[in-house]
């Protein structure tokens, strides 16, 4: 796919929600599960040289299972051994940001180089944001593109484009421009272009014009469009 879109595509390691883990993860160790990551960012995934850039998305549901805390301990583990970023898939409640981000910090997770995915359906209140914000962590609005409040999978009254923008804009003038990063979770045919839906160009095309149209600096966009994923996304 990278070398048919021309682009760079950065694959994940880990697991994802309790209701797809393996059959046996009950009986999986923290030590299996972290060497399982990290394998597949230092080796390569599935067999292959194709190796993994980020660990995530780390599924988490509300309130959090045994084996999700699990996973976040040998997320935090493989994240010492190899020096990748963690992208975590937060549960639908705003409580869960903060109690996972204990986890992996008590796990030895560095969360300055860990996103917090998904505030769009998460965070309603600034000041619960400006709390996840305080932790050191990436603060991801990942869901542009959805423009209604309708949310099929809870009692949650989803942001539209610009409301995003506001929430970005107040991480902004709270200090933390350089810790937001923005995306599509593009995951149904329906929000692809080729089937009518707004695509993976959205942000590029509309959402950084309309973000200069408010006001956001030209070094601002950049940050968040440009320099901010860079920095998430390097390690050795």
Not at 43 to 51: Q, S
Not at 96 to 112: F, H, M
Request: proline content about 4%.
């Amino acid at each position: 796919m990278s070398q048919i879109a021309g682009i760079n595509v950065i694959s994940g390691a880990g697991f994802y929600v309790n209701a797809v883990h393996p059959e046996n993860m009950d009986e999986l160790s923290e030590s299996y599960l972290s060497e399982k990551i990290a394998n597949e960012v230092l080796v390569g995934i599935d067999g292959t040289d194709i190796r993994a850039g980020i660990i995530g998305e780390i599924g988490c549901t509300w309130p959090l299972h045994k084996n999700e805390r699990k996973v976040l301990r040998a997320a935090a583990i493989a994240q010492k051994e190899t020096g990748a970023p963690i992208l975590i898939h937060p549960g639908r409640n705003p409580k869960a940001p903060i109690e996972i981000l204990n986890i992996l910090s008590q796990a030895g997770a560095d969360i300055s180089h860990t996103v917090m995915g998904h505030l769009d359906r998460t965070i309603s209140e600034v000041s619960d944001l400006l709390e996840i914000a305080n932790s050191g962590c990436y603060l991801e609005y990942d869901l542009f593109g959805n423009e209604t409040s309708y949310y099929a999978l809870g009692d949650i009254v989803m942001p539209n484009d610009a409301q995003r923008m506001e929430y970005i804009s107040a991480l902004i003038s709270n200090g933390f421009g350089d810790k937001i990063v923005v995306s599509h979770d593009i995951c149904h045919k329906h929000s692809m272009s080729s089937y009518g839906g707004h695509g993976y160009s959205h942000i590029l095309e509309n959402i950084a014009p309309r973000m200069a149209q408010r006001g956001f600096t030209e070094d601002q966009i950049n940050a968040i469009i440009i320099e901010n994923p860079a920095r998430l996304l390097t390690f050795s």
